[in-house]
């Protein structure tokens, strides 16, 4: 009888546009409500610029335009997720943060189930209930 290493992912849930994202949360730091950012010249288009977060100079990037989707106006429920990935702390930009949920590895399938926003930003999309989740590749979204 052989055990397979299945651990599952404990995960923030946010929103974009239509669909349901995760980032796993050893990752998040804090969510923020919007606040005011400096514009930084040079950056990509999605780089929306800097804020001072408890000290801390923190990029902030917009997931939207990350992922290639039409800029929407902020609203009462946008919300930053101020996430680290190695030494790099990014705060990103969603229409709205949910919840946190366990998502079990079982209920877990390779991005290719779906094949919708590249791929290369995605690691997996999860079946919770009737909600589908597309999990967040966080090196790929910072590459660059």
């Known amino acids: 009888m052989s055990m397979s290493v299945q651990t599952d992912w404990k995960v923030i849930a946010f929103r974009l546009q239509e ?21 930084v010249p040079g950056t990509a288009p999605y780089v929306k610029g800097v804020i001072n977060l ?32 190695g030494d790099i702390e990014v705060g990103l930009i969603v229409d709205a943060a949910n919840d946190v949920l366990d998502i079990p ?10 094949g919708a926003i590249g791929a290369a930003y995605i690691c997996g999309v999860a079946k919770v209930e009737k ?3 597309i999990l967040l590749d966080l090196a790929s979204v910072l590459s660059e």
């Open 131 to 133: 909600r589908l989740l």
């Open 19 to 39: 669909e349901e994202y995760a980032l796993p949360v050893q990752y998040v730091r804090s969510i923020e409500k919007i606040q005011p950012i400096t514009r």
């Open 105 to 114: 590895a079982a209920s877990i399938d390779p991005p290719e189930a779906i």
């Open 54 to 85: 408890r000290g801390v100079v923190t990029p902030i990037i917009d997931l939207r335009e990350r992922f290639g989707f039409a800029p929407e106006p902020y609203w009462e429920q946008t919300r930053m997720i101020i996430a680290a990935f």
